[in-house]
């Protein structure tokens, strides 16, 4: 049972279904022109339209499918959504005068059950706008800008010109609420315990007796995926951690308390830090050491599964956000591995069936399981960390020495942000750091050290804040602080004799140096 939004188009088509999870509701997103059975088949207790940027009028612009209408089921049109209602139930939409763009003050006009009384902020963002009500519907509220704000027949349909997705519309959530639970009457069931139990059983009546394979990273999605498959399937799990020599200080280790430890699940680790080494010696551009590390993660997978007996299933960190950018939301197939579309890459001759585990899960609900299952705070909330590791904050050549130094000043420097409260791993509050480490230049410096002349490398120490990591800002670190680590890194690792802290935003620089 869901509630299922139908994405006109709009860029905040997720956060709609977010939000109404946030309610405790189960929300899927659907293309608009979705087939019918697939969005259906999720046996919807009701419908949500997203915004979009067309004009209903413009030619060839989507329109409402007849089954959401011949469904009987309550219908909650959002911007765009609720003037495509209007269209298709006979009433009549325009070119507002002025684009209204940001914030407004909502007055509700009448009672009803979609909002709650009185006057709050809500965010515009549309140029067309509704101007004549279909038959049966009344007005609920208005704006200075949007005579008609809100909409409904105050049984079946209701309409929203504001948006109430997004975090600058404060009572967003309550009306999401009221529209899911209230009017549509779905349950609010959509919790971590039931998330575990629901995919516990899934991915048991997927494997069966089989036995599944799972690559782990000590990232929270590859772990939380293989947490989940061990609770389904116990020792007919296996997790295979490569240690690629690549990894910050305490990795390893976390990934076996973790995996050992914490699940009591079966863990095989490959050090593989010298044919990592091996393959990387000498190599200095940046695409050069992604696709090699790339290829050398396949080769030693690849020999681990045969050695395991190549089981038939693969466990895949994949979440909902992949699956929704991919179009490929259905849920009756099992999907089948590809190796040039698959986040890991593993190559198509290894025929594997593939379980997702978090195939439906935003990354907020993954961090939430991964909780209740009993992970490890740290792990569950742990900044992210690139695929080929310290390959990429190593500039210049990679050798055993430079990624000890490199490693060395990491742990200094993260372990003071996190002292200082300062590392909110993965939490996005406004001001906490988002993602902090260290880079070495292949750049030597002449220093003094006691009577000592010295001659040697530079460490960059980067920390950044940002939302979604497609823009950042450097983090205004307390100079305290910075002098602090600085002193640390340039007494306790030997051959540093420079400290130097990034001040570039991105754009136009990159959050990794690499
Ligand atoms: P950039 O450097 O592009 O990084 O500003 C944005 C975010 O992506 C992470 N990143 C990677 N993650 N494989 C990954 O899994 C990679 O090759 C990779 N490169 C960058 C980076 O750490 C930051 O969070």
Redesign the pocket.
Known sequence: MTIAVLDFGSQYAQLLARRVREQGVYSELFPHDAPAEAVMATKPRGFILSGGPASVYAEGAPQIPLYVLESGLPVLGVCYGMQALTHALGGVVDPAPQREYGPATLEVVRPNPLLPEGRYRVWMSHGDRVVRLPEGFVRLARTANSPIAAMGDLRRYFGVQFHPEVQHTPRGGEILRRFAVEICGAQTDWTPENIIAETVERVQAQVGEGEALAAVSGGVDSTVAAALVHRAIGGRLTAVFVDTGLLRAGEREQVEKTFRDALGARLVVVDATAEFLQALRGVTDPEAK?RIIGEKFIRIFEREAHKLGKPRFLVQGTIYPDVVESRAPDRSKAHRIKSHHNVGGLPEQMDFELVEPLRYLFKDEVRSVGEALGLPRPMVWRQ?????GLA?RCLGEITAERLAKLRAADAIFTQALEKAGLLRNGAQEAGAVS?AFAVLLPVKSVGVMGDRRTYQETVVLRAVTTDD?MT?DWARLPADLLAEVSRRIVNEVAGINRVVYDITT?PPA???WE
């Open positions: 992604r992210p960390f690139p695929g080929p990429v993602q990591f950042a991105k990159t959050i990794e």
